[in-house]
């Protein structure tokens, strides 16, 4: 006789993401957290686990157990996700099956897909989901033909979302030449033009001109080291989107752009991780 499993379901908010996946690290594959789209709340699941761990799991968070069917090879198939939707301006992916559907859903909504790579920032995580509404709040109050600067581009993500909300042009720069790769092909995938993509590393690098637009998803002591050059990139007036920040560095990451002379706007919070929008 086959040994039976479970799978233990609980909603939470998706502020909690961060904590969840520590408590439940323990769990390592078997662990699940579904962003449910349009709604604050994610979907913690764990699968294949015992009556032992099931019960323990109830008794410490609650949630739900369901006995667990044995699984055939269609099951273990991908399944289409929803996109993560950019206020109703822009759709992001992560196979070549949700862009098709997403395509044929809403044709005339811009759909980014970023598979997952090597390189940083798919648009799941916290900080590039932030980064993305921040820039898309933001860019329809810039003048037209602005342009932008993407440091530390990662997939390009950011730099792509530029284009599509408006950019002219936009400079994109990653410490790691695998990044630099990555984030071409993506722009040959999305047919995206007008991004130009360069090996740099942030700490040696001075910007050869002022931007409207600066976004930096770096580690939080890289930003606090190069704040002087990241901020001199930023015009009069312009916004400088960072992330890549936790939460215990934070205090510090904000003064040393405030030292700079940029005044913080927006600081927003997301289980350890802390987005910023800052304007000279």
């Excluded at 015009?235 to 989107?241: A, K, S, T």
Aim: proline residues 5%.
């Amino acid at each position: 006789m086959s040994k039976k499993y479970f799978v233990w379901r609980k909603l939470s908010q998706s502020k909690w993401e961060d904590a969840w996946q520590e408590r439940l690290g323990w769990l390592g594959q078997r662990l699940i957290i579904v962003s449910l789209s349009g709604r604050t709340t994610s979907r913690i699941e764990a699968w294949q686990v015992t009556k032992k761990e099931a019960d323990a799991l109830v008794k410490e968070f609650g949630g739900q157990v369901r006995t667990m069917k044995p699984m055939t090879a269609k099951d273990l198939e991908p399944q289409p996700r929803p996109p993560l939707r950019i206020r109703g301006k822009l759709l992001v992916v992560s196979t070549e099956k949700e862009r098709a559907i997403a395509r044929k859903k809403e044709p005339e909504m811009p759909c980014l897909l970023i598979t997952a790579s090597m390189a940083f920032g798919t648009g799941e995580h916290a900080t590039t989901a932030t980064c993305l509404r921040l820039l898309s709040d933001y860019a329809g109050n810039l003048r037209p033909g602005w342009q932008a600067l993407d440091l530390g581009t990662g997939t390009g993500i950011l730099a792509f979302a530029a284009r599509i909300f408006g950019a002219k042009k936009v400079e994109a720069t990653d410490f790691d030449a695998t990044a630099v790769r990555v984030a071409n092909e993506n722009a040959a995938i999305n047919k995206i033009d007008g991004v130009v993509f360069k090996k740099s590393d942030v700490l040696k690098w001075k910007p050869r001109r002022k931007s409207p637009v600066v976004t930096a998803n770096l580690f939080s002591p890289i930003l606090i080291a190069a704040a002087p050059q990241i901020s001199a990139a930023v015009e009069p007036g312009g916004i400088l989107i960072l992330s890549g920040i936790l939460r215990v560095q934070a205090d510090d990451v904000i003064a040393a752009f405030e030292a700079q002379k940029m005044k913080f706007e927006i600081v927003s919070r997301k289980g350890k991780w802390v987005t910023c929008l800052a304007r000279r």
